[in-house]
């Protein structure tokens, strides 16, 4: 998507005919793409951070937030609930997925995205795939669990692919999971 804007932008500063020379318009072209990129990150900044919050409600269960977003507005916001609703399957993306679709109407979550703190599991990542989020962005990766490429790859299941960014505020993602855990096992001592 970034691309397309991108090309979109070159096509007009063409389109406009802008008379500057080469390397004015090198410098030109890089601050736009430099402009645009800034403008992405933050949005994915934004979103991710209200996933962080969210995650933090998680309670006693791991603090994994999630939200979508539709029409750059945030519809659905969940956090983890398994061990409060002692339900295996209330992960918070099944939960904000299940939201947005009643929401929406529609199970089809197209022209959505997710941004959720941790990278999602198989379950998760099949949910996502099977609802058709076209988007997803996610903070900590998850060697031993990540369905959507460090563990396993889901989306080489089926023919739905969605755009896929990992890392987004990885580290304060990544240091909330290590905070959890150390407190969990300082408990159980």
Known sequence: MANIILNTLIIKVFIVN???SKIGYVRYLRKIYNSFMNEICNKHDKYMQIALEEAIKSSKDVPVGAIIVKDDKVITRACNRKELENDPTSHAEILAIREAANIIGNWRLDNTSIYVTLEPCPMCAAAILYSRIPNVYFGAYDPLYGALGSAI????????KPQIIGGIQEKSCRNLLKDFFIQQRENHE
């Not at 790859?153 to 739905?160: C, D, G, S, V």
Request: no cysteine.
């Open 18 to 20: 802008i008379k500057i």
């Open 153 to 160: 790859n889901m989306t080489e299941l089926i023919k739905f």
